[in-house]
């Protein structure tokens, strides 16, 4: 049944601010290690004391690069800075460090995946950096409000998104794109929850078809991708209800409550005017010129869409299993590590997404904990190949002891275990012999067309080789002595 919410779409563009994974602030030599005691990582400088002058941090501006080639977006070669000037308790300079009318980066796009499959392009409209303020800590004292200026300073790159995006499904992919981008380009751990990604959402609606946009409405707070979701899909619904009752709202700044799923106002928007915006006076201009750019870009890691164009195209597997071993750059760069080592690419998809990831996730292990080297386990795939072993014991006895003891080979752990199948006909004869043997009145059912005995004959001729017996070698054998 159609419904009200029908006649609208959505318009939704994302400001993401990723906090820059360098040993020191932007604009000082401040430490920006997380976790410190407040205010042990401050300086005269990232508190703006009179007569202190910042410098920069040549990390953040390549890491400002690195984030606009990997979204193709052109890279600005004079660039300047400007003071964004507004009062809060966290901001202790009384104005942030940022860029206005230079951005470092301009357009780009990033590829989406949707849940139907396809993809979507999503358009950069600037990335820029800027600094981070300190943190007000509302629930250290009763009566008080407590501020802790140790992320004052710490360098952010903002990526302002085009309003490209119609739904909160969009939105959610775009952001968990964004943080596999940071976190591939080693430039952002992209923790949502410690702050180090934070995302803001600016959405509208409009009736479908219509070419004007609606009232936008900014969106903060938001400490989950699943929460950007759950709070825009809040915001469609509430901006559709009012329109429809035909009660008129205003341009405002909201936040989500988590506990709740709804979003509050918290203030008009701001208008750029209201920033006072001027050129950053200690500050000299820096020029990103082409030798910089290049030498940025050869030290470039493989990005996600190029290995999942490398993974289905050059060795055939399926988007699926792209999907999934390109999903987080750790398991990406062990699976590449890997198929070094073994041609059985699919085999070594198959073990990377099944046995291996699921051992991590039974000990809640990152992949930089996992202890078997990608020698090995290919030295492993190749045992099942060679059918020196079968895929159940190897999965199932020689890959935990692997675990174990991770400086063995997976051949010694199978010679220890006495798992290594039997290939020898003369061996495998004496087995066959052995079952038919024990079981004559079978063996007349199995010739008078009861074709399914072969499997109990199977049974018993692995159960007397205790599992070493090569199954299909074993199978050719008693099918052969059967149906001759």
């Known amino acids: 049944m159609a419904s009200v919410y029908d006649k609208y779409e959505a318009v939704i563009g994302l400001e993401i601010h990723a906090q820059l994974l360098t040993k020191s602030k932007a604009y ?56 964004k000037n507004y009062f809060y308790a966290d901001l202790p300079k009384g104005y942030q460090i940022t860029q206005d009318k230079t951005p470092i980066c301009n357009g780009g796009f990033v590829n989406i995946k949707l849940k139907d499959g396809t993809t979507k392009k999503v358009g950069i409209t600037r990335i820029h950096m800027e600094e981070d303020a300190g943190k007000s800590m509302h629930d250290q004292d009763l009566y008080d409000t407590l501020v802790d ?62 070419q004007e946009y609606g009232t936008k409405v900014e969106v903060k707070n938001m400490n989950s991708i699943s929460n950007v979701k759950r709070a825009i899909e809040y915001e469609i619904i509430r901006q559709i209800d009012l329109i429809e009752a035909g009660k008129p709202f205003t341009s405002e700044t ?35 010129n082409q030798a910089m750019v290049d030498e940025i870009k050869a030290q470039m890691p493989a990005l996600p869409d190029a290995l999942f164009a490398r993974y289905t195209e050059e060795l055939g597997l399926s988007a699926y299993d792209a999907q ?76 935990p002891a692997m675990i174990e003891s991770p400086e063995k080979s997976p051949l010694s752990i199978a010679q220890e275990l006495n798992v290594l199948q039997e290939s020898d006909s003369a061996f495998l004869e004496g087995l066959v012999d052995q079952v038919l043997s024990s079981m004559p009145d079978k063996v007349e059912e199995y010739k008078n067309g009861k074709k399914g005995l072969l499997g109990l004959f199977m049974g018993q001729l692995m159960k007397l080789s205790q599992g070493k017996a090569d199954p299909k070698e074993s199978s050719r054998l008693l099918s052969e002595r059967l149906d001759g």
């Open 28 to 83: 000082s030599s401040d430490s920006t290690t997380f976790g410190a005691s407040p205010n042990t990582q401050v300086s005269a400088i990232s508190l703006g004391h009179p007569g202190t002058l910042p410098h920069h941090n040549r990390k953040v501006i390549e890491y400002a690069i690195r984030m606009g080639l990997a979204c193709e977006s052109t890279i600005r070669e004079y660039n300047y800075y400007a003071r």
């Open 254 to 288: 909201r936040s989500f409550d988590a506990m709740k799923g709804t979003t509050f106002s918290m203030r008009s928007k701001e208008e750029a005017n209201d920033y006072r915006y001027f050129p950053e006076p200690d500050l000299p201009p820096f020029i990103a």
């Open 324 to 399: 999934v071993l390109t999903d987080t750059k750790e398991v990406a760069l062990y699976f590449d590590s890997l198929i070094h080592h073994t041609s059985n690419t699919k085999a070594a998809a198959n073990w990377v997404m099944g046995a291996v990831k699921s051992y991590l996730n039974e000990n809640a292990l990152e992949m930089a904990d996992f202890t078997i080297v990608p020698e090995n386990l290919a030295a492993l795939i190749q045992l099942i190949d060679d059918n020196k072993i079968s895929n159940s014991v190897a999965s199932q006895r020689v890959f």
């Open 149 to 210: 200026y140790n992320r004052a300073g710490v360098p952010l790159i903002e990526i302002v998104s085009e309003p490209d995006m119609r739904s909160a499904d969009e939105a959610y992919a775009y952001v968990s794109e964004m943080r596999k981008l940071v976190r591939y380009l080693d430039i952002c751990d992209g923790n949502m929850e410690e702050g180090s990604l934070r995302c803001d959402a600016n959405v509208s609606v409009r009736l479908k078809g219509a």
